[in-house]
């Protein structure tokens, strides 16, 4: 093992592949939809159940702070002998007195949670990990103030801590955000709006919403549920007030978390086969296929069910890469590991808002690849790799999962990388490197 930096006295080995990775793999729930139907039971008529959610450091912190606003939850095992863990939703009523939320580092939280808190009469103060401090917050804030919530900001404005306080509940109607740096800001007001008495139309003040993908999950899963959703005109969207019908769904696998596990076999001429794969998704990581097939990859997806299929990805000799890489958002992490190991430079565009993310993330990777002796650059909206990552060396966690992964993707074909802090891969697959180890080193 690596000497790690002053500081960081312990690190992860991440395990190199000495021949292609070949295997089978299936991954936990995603994140952005567990959370988004742990929120909506907490707003809904009656008690729902959520079937395979996401047991992590996120939802956890989803599911505590549902509970301080007054939802009660209760952790089933073998639902209805399924063989899989469920949470049932008693929807939330709130008492007068403050409450806290934790919003750990969790976007998820921090950013669909205030709406929520404004619903109801009370004071809720909002805080979380010092890395949460630095996550833009402002057009949250604006937004709901905007629609008349009291907002105390007790930190940097536009940025946690701060308390939401609102009289008389959420009435609604209409509001304008700059959604430029976060569609969570989209997303966090959308969510709440069927509950508003007027319900909401938004609309975004920018010329790009970063993570599109994630808009449109919002839409669907609330269209999914029942409520009249619309969008009128690019960047303006309707939601009507009315009571969200109890429910019962089933959480698709996280396609984002998928994208190592599949990286796996395309950095060392490997072949990895992934079931359970959604043929159709709001995900952001239905975009592994084709991204992956870009870098070179062989990539098929065999249908075995109407919902679901079989994706296989086998690695070529040599990664390619496809030159520009647009729009990437939470997966850009991971592509980035990918084209780290290519010789050709790969230029990673619009995604400039990862700057917010659970680190500065386009620093992140630029001093990272650049400490395993290849060369990059950061650009306005986003950041370019020149040369090829040529040795071992620790990578820098930041807290941030996603660097956690890419060290480890990295280290399959670089001996000698040590990631930092392998601990923060918790917020999202607290396993993560038990299941890493299961596929690689069997
Ligand atoms: O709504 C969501 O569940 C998410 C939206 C995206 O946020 P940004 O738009 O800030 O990238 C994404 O990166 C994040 O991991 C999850
Ligand atoms: C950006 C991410 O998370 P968050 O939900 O905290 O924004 C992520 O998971 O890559």
Redesign the pocket.
Known sequence: MNETPQGHPTGWPAPSADSPVVGEVTVPAS??LT??YLLLAALAEAPSVVVNPLASRDSALMLSALHALGAQVEAITDWEGSGEDAVRVTPLTRGSEPVTVDCGLA??VM??LPAVAALSPGRVQFDGDPEAKVRPMGAVLEGLRALGVRITEGGTPGHLPFTVDSAQGLEGGEVTIDAS????FV?GLLLAAPRMSAGLTLHHSGTQ???LE??E??LKVLADLGVEVSSPTPFTWRVEPGPIPPFTVRVEPDL?NAGPFLCAAAVTGGGVTMPGWPLESTQ?GRRWPQLLTDFGCQVTLTPTSEMSGSLTVKGPERLTSPGTVDGT??LTPTVAALAALCSEETKFTSVG??R??ETNRIAALVNEVRRLGGAAEETDDGFRLLSRVKRGDVVLSYADHRMATFGAVLGLAIPGVVVEDIGSTAKTMPDFPDRWSALVEA
Request: proline share 4%; glycine share 8%; no cysteine.
């Open positions: 994140k952005s959370n988004r976007g998820t950013r669909f740096q976060s569609s969570q997303s919403v970063p993570s994630h808009v999950m919002t984002s952001i958002a939470e808002h990862l917010g993310h």
